[in-house]
C-alpha cells in the first residue's frame, strides 16, 4: 500500500480531511532548524496524543463529574424552595424591632426535642426571618453526618429535625454527595480524584495545541471564536478548541480547588500547605491553667458535652455574649468545647463575598475571650484556599458564581461530547476509511491514499524521544503527588505497552 | 525509615539512578529510538520499583500506597511468569531476562506485604505512627491498639533470606555480563536467568544491531544518533554513525547492553541491600 502524504496550506483549512491527523497545521510548522520547531515537532505528537488519550478514556469520568456539578449549582435555590419551612420563620409584627427569645431558651428547647443526642454546634439566626439551628452528634446518623434542630427564634418552636453534612441540608447534602462520590464511599471519590487529576492535563494540552495550531495560521478570529459555517470534523473541532480556550482558567481553577478535597493528592496538599505555612489558622483553645487567685475555678470547665442541658444553654448565651462583645456580628456559630479545659469557639461562617471568618475562643465558665483571630490576619495563602473553596461550591459571589459554574460545566459538557464526536468522525472503522499503521507504528495513522486520516491525533508523526522523556520525567513528580493520576498513566502506559507488544509481534 | 542517612542517601542516590536509567530506556523505546530489542513493561517496571524503592527509604506513602504497590508489582509478577512459561514451551518472550524480572517484582510484593513482619525488631512500640517505615506498615493507626510483634517470625526470615540470596545471585550474573568477553548485546537482550538461549531467536530480534542501518520507524523524524559501542555486538561489530551527537543522541548512545546489565546489578545490589537493612 503506497502512502501518500498531502500537503497542506493555510487556504485549505476547512479541508481537514485531507490532512494528516486532520490538522491543517502539520503542513504550517515553522522553517525546520529554527529552535522552536525541533521541541515543538517532538512535543506535539506527544501532546496530541495525551489529549486524545485522556480525553477518551477520562471522558466518562469529567462527564459524569460536569453533569453533578451541574446539577450542585441549582443547590442553593433548590434547598430553599424543599426546606423553606426549616429554614425560615414569619417574622412576628410589632411595634419596633422583633426580639427573639435567648439563646438560652432555644437552646433548651432544641436538647428537650432531641434528648438523645449530644449538642456539637449552635448556630443562632442570621437573618430576621431565618431559624436557629442547633446540631447533634445522634446515634444511628451516617459517619460526618448531624442531626439538626431547626427552631424559631421567637418562639422556641421547633420547626424540624434533619440530617445534615456540615451546614448542608438533606438535598443539598444529597447533590453533594452525588458530586463528590456518587453515593459510593470512599470507592465513589476516586472517580473525581480522577477526573480532577486529569482535567489539568487535558486542558493544558489542549490549550498548546489549539493556540500554538492557530497562531501559526495567523487566524485569531478562528482562535477565539468557533467556526458557524462548514461541517465535519473541523468544525466540531474549531467549537471544541475555541469553547476549551474560553474555558480554560475556570478548569483549571476547578482542577486545582477539586484536587484539595481529593482524597490521596488532598492529603499531599494538606502536607504541603501545612509545611509551608498555608494551612487555615484557628484560634488557640487551650485554657490558660488556674492561677488559684479568688474567683478562678477549681477545675477546669467541663467539656460541651458534659454539661447539663440547663448548663449547656446559659453558656452557650454567655459565650455568645462574649464573642459579641468582641464585634463578632452574624452568621455565627458556637462550637462547645470537645474536652475539658478547652475553650468554647465561636467563628463567623459567611462564605460569600465579603467573606465574615473572624473567630474567638471563650473561657466557657467565665466568658474572657483567651483568643481572638481575624480573617484579615490569615496568611494571604490561606485566604486564597478559603475564597478557592467557596468558589468552588457557588457560594463566593453567590448568583454569580452559581451562574458562572453551571456555564463552565455546560462547558465542560460541550467539549467532552464534541470530542467523542470528533472521534466517532475518524473512528479507524469509519466506511471509506484506511487504516494505517497505528500509533506505534512508523507512520502510524498516516493518511492514505484508501482514504481519510485514520488512527489517533499525532499518529503521523512519531513523539521524540527527549519529549517523551522530559514529559515523563514531569509525569512521575506530577504521579507522585497526585497518586490517582500517576496509577492511571501508569496502567495508560501498561495497556499501550502491552498493544505494541502484541502488534510487534504480529508484525515479527 | 532507615535510621542511617549515609545508607539512606546511597539508597536514594542509586534507586534515582535506577529510575532515569529506567525512564530514558522506557522513552527510547516508545518512540522507536532504541537502538536494540527492549520491553517497555519491563522498563516500566523498573521505573515502579526505583519509585517504591525510595519511598521505602523515605518511609513516603501509607496504606494506600502499600495496596497500590502490592496491585502493581503482583501485576508485574503475573506478566513476567507469563513470559517466562512462554519462553521455556519456545515462544517468544518478548522481555529479556524474565526469570530474574520475575524474582525482583515479586521480591517487591514480598518486600511491602512481609514489611510489618520484617521491620517488627525495629518496632517502636504502639504509640499510633506504626513502626519505624510507618508509610508501608499495614494497619498504621489501627495496629497501635493490637499486640505489638516484637520478632521476625522464623518462616519470614527464611523467605526473606531467600529472596535475598536470590538477588545476589541475580546481581552476579548481571556483573558477569559486564566482562568485556561476555559483553553481547544478543545475550544481554535475549537472555533469561539461568537459560541463555536467545529468548525471541535471532530472527525475532529486528533491532538487536548496534550502527542500526535498518530504517528505524519514521526515520525522518528521528536526531541523528550516535551509538558510539565499538564492543561485539552479538558477533557483530558494531559502527559509530559520522552523524554529529547532539545531547540526545549522546543519551540514547549511553543506553547500551552494558549500562543495561549495569541497572540491573545495581537494582538487585540495591534490593538485597534493603532486605538485609529490614532484617
Request: glycine residues 12%; hydrophobic residues 45%; charged residues 15%.
Amino acid at each position: 500500500m503506497s502512502e501518500t502524504t498531502v500537503s497542506a496550506s493555510t487556504e485549505l483549512d476547512d479541508r481537514t480531511d485531507l490532512y494528516p491527523d486532520g490538522d491543517p497545521e502539520t503542513a504550517a510548522l515553522p522553517p525546520a532548524g529554527s529552535a522552536r520547531a525541533w521541541w515543538w515537532r517532538e512535543l506535539r505528537p506527544l501532546l496530541l496524543r495525551v489529549h486524545f488519550y485522556a480525553g477518551l478514556f477520562v471522558g466518562p469520568f469529567l462527564l459524569v463529574a460536569a453533569l453533578t456539578g451541574l446539577l450542585y449549582t441549582t443547590t442553593p435555590q433548590l434547598e430553599q424552595l424543599v426546606h423553606h419551612d426549616q429554614l425560615h420563620v414569619p417574622v412576628p409584627a410589632s411595634g419596633g424591632a422583633a426580639t427573639a427569645l435567648p439563646l438560652s431558651q432555644q437552646v433548651s428547647a432544641a436538647v428537650a426535642a432531641l434528648p438523645e443526642g449530644k449538642v456539637t454546634a449552635i448556630r443562632p439566626a442570621g437573618t430576621p426571618d431565618g431559624t436557629t439551628r442547633v446540631v447533634f452528634a445522634a446515634p444511628g446518623v451516617p459517619e460526618d453526618y448531624s442531626r439538626t434542630v431547626f427552631l424559631d427564634p421567637y418562639t422556641a418552636q421547633v420547626r424540624g429535625i434533619l440530617t445534615t453534612y456540615g451546614e448542608w441540608l438533606p438535598v443539598r447534602a444529597w447533590f453533594d454527595e452525588l458530586h463528590r462520590t456518587l453515593h459510593l464511599g470512599a470507592v465513589g471519590r476516586v472517580y473525581t480524584e480522577l477526573a480532577a487529576s486529569w482535567l489539568w492535563v487535558l486542558t493544558l494540552s489542549g490549550l498548546a495545541i489549539w493556540v500554538a495550531r492557530r497562531r501559526r495560521v495567523r487566524a485569531l478570529r478562528h482562535t477565539l471564536a468557533p467556526r458557524l459555517r462548514g461541517a465535519g470534523r473541523g468544525r466540531v473541532r474549531s467549537w471544541h478548541g475555541s469553547v476549551g480556550l474560553w474555558a480554560a482558567v475556570g478548569l483549571l481553577f476547578l482542577s486545582a480547588t477539586g484536587l484539595t478535597w481529593s482524597q490521596f493528592a488532598g492529603t499531599n496538599v494538606d502536607t504541603l500547605r501545612a509545611a509551608l505555612h498555608w494551612s487555615s489558622p484557628s484560634v488557640h483553645t487551650t485554657l490558660p491553667a488556674p492561677l488559684g487567685l479568688p474567683g478562678a475555678p477549681a477545675t477546669p470547665p467541663a467539656s460541651g458535652t458534659s454539661l447539663s442541658p440547663a448548663e449547656l444553654a446559659t453558656t452557650a448565651e454567655r459565650v455568645l455574649a462574649a464573642a459579641r462583645a468582641r464585634g463578632l456580628g452574624d452568621p455565627v456559630q458556637i462550637t462547645p468545647a470537645s474536652k475539658p479545659g478547652r475553650a468554647w469557639v465561636v467563628a463567623q461562617t459567611q462564605r460569600s463575598w465579603p467573606e465574615k471568618q473572624d473567630s474567638v475562643a471563650v473561657d466557657p465558665a467565665t466568658g474572657t475571650v483567651v483568643d481572638q483571630l481575624r480573617f484579615a490576619e490569615w496568611p494571604l495563602a490561606a485566604k486564597l484556599a478559603r475564597w478557592g473553596v467557596d468558589a468552588h461550591m457557588g457560594l463566593l459571589f453567590g448568583l454569580a458564581s452559581q451562574i458562572a459554574l453551571a456555564g463552565l460545566a455546560l462547558g465542560l459538557i460541550c467539549m467532552i461530547i464534541w470530542g467523542y464526536r470528533m472521534w466517532w468522525l475518524r473512528r479507524p472503522t469509519r466506511s471509506g476509511g484506511t487504516v494505517g499503521p497505528a500509533g506505534g507504528g512508523p507512520s502510524g495513522g498516516r493518511l492514505t491514499a484508501g482514504g481519510p486520516a485514520v488512527g489517533p491525533p499525532g499518529g503521523t508523526r512519531r513523539p521524540g524521544f527527549g519529549a517523551v522523556a522530559m514529559v515523563g520525567a514531569v509525569a512521575i513528580g506530577v504521579g507522585v503527588f497526585l497518586p490517582v493520576f500517576g496509577a492511571s498513566l501508569l496502567v495508560f502506559l501498561l495497556v499501550d505497552a502491552l498493544r505494541q507488544g502484541r502488534e510487534r509481534v504480529v508484525a515479527g | 525509615m532507615i535510621s542511617s542517612i549515609p545508607l539512606s542517601v546511597v539508597l536514594t542516590v542509586l534507586f534515582t539512578g535506577t529510575g532515569l536509567y529506567s525512564l530514558l530506556r522506557w522513552a527510547s523505546l516508545r518512540t522507536g529510538a532504541a537502538s536494540h530489542h527492549g520491553d517497555q513493561v519491563a522498563e516500566l517496571s523498573h521505573l515502579v520499583m526505583s519509585l517504591a524503592m525510595v519511598g521505602m527509604v523515605w518511609a513516603y506513602g501509607g496504606p494506600a500506597a502499600a495496596t497500590l504497590q502490592l496491585v502493581a508489582f503482583g501485576g508485574f509478577s503475573c506478566y513476567f511468569l507469563a513470559r517466562l512459561v512462554r519462553s521455556r514451551s519456545g515462544g517468544p518472550a518478548g522481555c529479556p531476562a524474565p526469570g530474574f524480572h520475575l524474582l525482583m517484582a515479586a521480591s517487591m510484593v514480598w518486600m511491602v506485604a512481609a514489611m510489618p513482619l520484617l521491620m517488627a525488631g525495629l518496632a517502636i512500640g504502639s504509640g499510633g505512627g506504626g513502626m519505624v517505615m510507618d508509610g508501608h506498615v499495614m494497619g498504621g493507626d489501627e495496629g497501635a491498639s493490637g499486640p505489638v510483634v516484637t520478632e521476625t517470625p522464623g518462616w519470614a526470615l527464611a523467605l526473606t533470606v531467600l529472596f535475598c540470596v536470590g538477588l545476589l545471585v541475580g546481581a552476579g550474573y548481571w556483573a558477569r555480563q559486564l566482562r568485556p568477553a561476555r559483553a553481547s548485546g544478543a545475550d544481554l537482550s535475549g537472555v533469561q536467568l539461568g537459560n541463555k538461549r536467545p529468548a525471541e531467536g535471532a530472527e525475532n530480534l529486528p533491532a538487536v544491531e548496534f550502527g542500526n542501518r535498518r530504517p528505524v520507524a519514521d526515520a525522518e523524524n528521528l536526531p541523528a544518533v550516535e551509538f558510539g559501542n565499538e564492543e561485539p555486538v552479538g558477533g557483530r561489530t558494531a559502527t559509530a554513525t559520522a552523524a554529529p551527537a547532539p545531547a540526545r543522541g549522546r543519551v540514547l548512545a549511553a543506553l547500551t547492553p552494558r549500562a543495561d546489565a549495569t541497572c540491573h546489578l545495581a537494582m538487585s545490589l540495591g534490593m538485597a541491600a534493603m532486605f538485609l537493612v529490614m532484617l
